[in-house]
């Protein structure tokens, strides 16, 4: 497959999307966050990077041209190493297809309606960033590597690297920023991190992000940012950011933080028992849809993909990488104090 495409490095050396020239935006896509554009470049299929060609089509001629194969449900039909998702909603017409050309190379089809209405949430279309997402994370998990939903970053001091990581909302983004304050504080990433798993040892890969690349973005893809995100966080971040500095190369992961509310104000360090690997475990799960995908589901049915052993390996992966790290529960009573209580154990390396 070579054509020209609009190429954004979403994990540098590692992850790529190529967008269809007539895609005027990308929805909510989660790994590392936001994607920067890097130029445009022909498609040719490296070695090491996974990649995912976006392209756009037309929604009165997707029935007839993409969904083919057997129909095994109201909205999807499917056959080798392709599945199509095809929704009529009033007088609408949403389509979505993935085609799998090789390991590390696929092409998600999707219609202009799917994508136009899809910040609606209209019935029960995903967005297509969902199934980005998942897509990729599987590919990475095959490779040996993992994507961890959580925010990590580097104290340049002791060239000691940390992941912060909590269920929705408890205040990982927060935390991240103001420890980012500090000079010897580089931001690594912020919503989800790519470990490369070298060595039986996890090292953290610089990625993109939202809130802390969104300034240097322009065009519909910021629109369709600002209208997912909360404009008072994006505000409160506009003096934060000039403090901020990003890490630029890979470091191994020496600690996590569990973050949790809590009536009392503490940190304390895990033993490496079946329990605390279970609470670092729940937290993926509750992030990583993949599973409960529906396309992908349906995707799994007409390839050689097995979802079960992907989820089995991933625990696999997220196990080696808790036993060769220092575990750190962190409770506290007010988002404030997460940062403070992390710093006493940072400040000590």
């Not at 999807?76 to 949403?94: C, D, P, R, V």
């Not at 993992?146 to 990581?165: C, D, M, R, T």
């Not at 969104?214 to 403090?243: C, H, P, V």
């Amino acid at each position: 497959m070579l054509c020209s495409k609009k190429k954004i490095t979403v994990v540098k050396g590692k992850i790529e999307l190529l967008l269809d020239e007539n895609m005027d935006f990308l929805s909510y896509f989660s790994f590392g966050e936001i994607m920067r554009e890097t130029g445009e470049d022909d498609f040719v299929e490296h070695k090491d990077v996974i990649c995912i060609s976006i392209e756009s089509v037309n929604s009165d001629s997707f029935d007839s041209k993409h969904c083919q194969g057997t129909r095994f449900a109201r909205n999807y039909s499917g056959e080798a190493n392709t599945t199509s998702f095809s929704k009529k909603f009033l007088h609408l017409n949403f389509g979505l297809k993935i085609k799998k050309n090789s390991d590390k190379n696929y092409v998600f089809f999707v219609t202009k309606n799917y994508l136009r209405f899809i910040k609606y949430k209209i019935e029960n279309i995903y967005p297509l960033g969902i199934h980005l997402f998942d897509v990729l994370q599987i590919e990475t998990i095959k490779l040996g590597n993992i994507a961890i939903y959580g925010s990590a970053f580097l104290n340049s001091k002791s060239k000691e690297a940390s992941l912060i990581v909590a269920p929705p909302g408890v205040g990982k983004t927060y935390t991240l920023l103001n420890l980012a304050k500090q000079e010897n504080v580089e931001i690594i990433s912020e919503e989800t991190s790519y470990v490369n798993m070298v060595n039986n040892a996890g090292s953290l890969i610089p990625t993109q992000n939202t809130f802390l690349n969104d300034r240097k973005n322009k065009g519909s893809a910021m629109n369709l940012i600002s209208f997912l995100f909360a404009r008072k966080i994006k505000k409160r971040l506009e003096g934060t950011l000039k403090q901020i500095n990003f890490a630029t190369s890979e470091t191994v992961l020496k600690r996590i933080y569990i973050l949790e509310n809590s009536k009392n104000d503490l940190i304390k360090r895990l033993e490496h028992s079946e329990e605390n690997f279970k609470r670092l475990l729940t937290i993926q799960r509750f992030t990583s849809s993949y599973f409960n995908n529906q396309l992908l589901r349906a995707f799994s049915r007409f390839s050689e993909l097995n979802l079960e052993q992907i989820l089995q390996r991933e625990e696999a992966i997220l196990r080696n990488l808790y036993t060769n790290v220092e575990l750190y529960s962190v409770c506290a009573s007010r988002v404030e104090k997460f940062p403070e209580l992390i710093r006493q154990i940072d400040a000590q390396t």
